[in-house]
């Protein structure tokens, strides 16, 4: 009796440090990356590096055409993708009848959000591309990384939907609301901040994805601003991956300090998702 | 037709899938009095009531057949081409368990106004406050209308689901178990207001406990297995029971 409760302790024990040092662990790499990117580069960032376009020589290589584009092409995915991502994530939860087919719609749903990013390359390739003649554009872009993260936004604005209690939809009902009324007076408001949640997981993936821009044909030398959404376009990772491949270590500190701005712009993101959710969260009285 | 009839059912059969739930019911509900629906657990006075304003239809393998006609416009509620959010419209319903949306005092109680497309700030008020004082909430809470619902307590979060229902005016008001989850006092607060809230509306009170029945409501129905087994003033009914069953179940012998 008396060694198996020690032993069963012991195993308690050896648990807790086996998880502490799994953590310590992932933090430890993720940190020395960070500080890596900032030491080699934060030094490259100043006001010069943020408004000038690239460049042959790499001490008068800027960043501005790769974080504006970044910029237009997170925007038109946001708007693309709560627009459809929430309006299919609301017919299959509340209007689709329930059976087999539905079923069969969400399972591959789930299987198209483990899909390889490449592969929506190459769909939005021949689809926008070619067959719309949309071309390299931000629009191609917005629309390739906006399906790319539809079904992450789906799934979650479907679980944000399926947590509501379902008996405050009854006493919407029974007060005489229609199904739109019910979704637009009572889930949608009381939803948001899940849903929200959702859309800036779906954009912070969106923002560091590479390979389906450069399957569109996305360029890499823009020395100039987008003046409308058919205009073609660079993002961060791309510019960073062009400096990377370069052979002249002075464009290595170029994509290092790249790569500290997407490492910041993803931060920011993620901190009005917060603030957003804060602010949702004070007017939806739970 | 019984004189001052609010409610005519008529022959009502309910069906959910092949499972037979209400058999043959007709029932009078008389207007400005509060008829209570009592029975043991499962005996369908749930379902009836939840048919009077069409919340069956929600329920897809659900079937209603018969009559429910509402006076005065004499219109069978259960006709296929009759319109729920018109019916919901006159018949409000109360849930068993509170259930006040997460908005603040003020748009529980204006909801169903919103709805309807009124907009008009002072007039939203002043409705809203009419029903507060109907469902005896107002005094208690006029100084946060603001505040979360769910920062009530549970006797008031229902008394503030009652005001909710009465706030569109209503012709009748269903109250199903409103006072099951609650408190002694809670409870005594909501009977009470029942006295005042039947001088505007016609009331069912679905209750499984005998005691509410007599204490609050002018008429009662006693149901079992899906049927209508007595039915009369409540007096009449809870002192001298005309069937073996009902005087069972009210001297305590089962339910």
């Known amino acids: ?134 071309g390299a554009s931000l629009l191609t872009a917005g629309l390739t990384l ?7 936004v789906i799934v979650s604005s479907r679980e944000a939907l399926r947590a509501l209690p379902p008996n405050l939809k009854e006493a919407s009902f029974a007060l005489g609301a229609t199904r739109f009324q019910t979704l637009i007076y009572y889930q949608l408001p009381s939803s948001l901040s899940g849903i929200m949640t959702g859309v800036i997981l779906a954009l912070s993936r969106a923002i560091g994805e590479t390979a389906p821009l450069i399957t569109i044909g996305a360029l890499t030398y823009i020395a100039f601003l987008p003046k409308s959404i058919m205009d073609p376009f660079t993002v961060l990772p791309i510019q960073l991956f062009n400096w990377l491949s370069r052979p002249q270590p002075a464009f290595h500190v170029n994509a290092a300090a790249a790569g500290v701005i997407l490492l910041l712009l993803t931060l920011s993101l993620n901190l009005l998702a917060i603030y957003i959710r804060i602010r949702v969260r004070k007017s939806v009285k739970w | 037709m ?3 009839s609010k409610l005519s059912v008529q022959n009502l059969h309910f069906f959910y899938k092949s499972q037979q739930v209400l058999k043959n019911i007709f029932l009078d509900v008389t207007e400005k009095k509060v008829t209570a629906l009592m029975g043991p657990s499962g005996c369908g006075k749930t379902t009836l009531l939840r048919c009077v304003n069409l919340m069956h239809e929600l329920i897809p393998e659900a079937s209603a057949h018969g009559k429910i006609l509402l006076q005065p416009q004499n219109v069978n509620l259960l006709s296929d081409d009759m319109d729920p959010l018109w019916v919901r419209q006159r018949v409000g319903m109360v849930f068993q368990k509170p259930n006040p949306f997460p908005k603040s005092l003020f748009e529980n109680v204006a909801y169903g106004l919103r709805l309807r497309g009124l907009k008009n700030k002072s007039e939203l008020s002043g409705r809203v406050e009419v029903a507060l004082k109907q469902a005896g909430l107002w005094v208690e809470v006029s100084d946060r209308m603001t505040h979360s619902a769910l920062s009530l307590s549970g006797g008031q979060q229902q008394r ?19 006072t099951s989850a609650l408190d002694p006092i809670s409870t005594a607060h909501i009977e009470e207001q029942l006295s005042e809230i039947k001088k505007q509306v016609t009331v069912m009170l679905v209750t499984h406990n005998l005691h509410q029945a007599a204490r609050c409501s002018d008429e009662t129905v006693f149901m079992l297995a899906g049927e209508i087994i007595e039915k009369g003033k409540s007096q009449k009914l809870f002192t001298n029971p005309q069937d073996k069953r009902t005087e069972s179940y009210i001297t305590g012998r089962f339910g």
């Open chain 1, 1 to 134: 009796m008396e060694t198996s409760t020690s032993r069963r302790k012991l195993f308690n024990q050896l648990m807790k440090i086996l998880g502490l040092l799994g953590l310590g662990l992932s933090l430890v790499i993720l940190l020395t990356l960070i500080f890596d990117l900032i030491i080699r580069g934060g030094s490259r960032i100043d006001f010069n590096f943020l408004t000038s376009f690239p460049s042959r020589r790499p001490s008068e290589a800027g960043l501005l055409s790769a974080w504006v584009g970044t910029l237009f092409v997170m925007l038109i995915t946001a708007v693309m993708t709560i627009l459809v991502g929430v309006s299919a994530a609301i017919y299959l939860e509340e209007y689709a009848k329930p059976g087999p087919m539905s079923r069969l719609i969400e399972l591959n749903i789930l299987n198209l959000s483990a899909m390889p990013s490449i592969l929506y390359g190459l769909l939005a390739l021949g689809i926008f591309v070619h067959q719309f003649r949309l």
């Open chain 1, 146 to 152: 906006s399906l790319l993260v539809l079904p992450i």
């Open chain 2, 2 to 4: 019984v004189e001052n």
């Open chain 2, 160 to 178: 503030l689901c009652i005001a909710r229902a009465l706030a569109v005016e209503p012709e009748v008001l269903l109250l199903d178990e409103p």
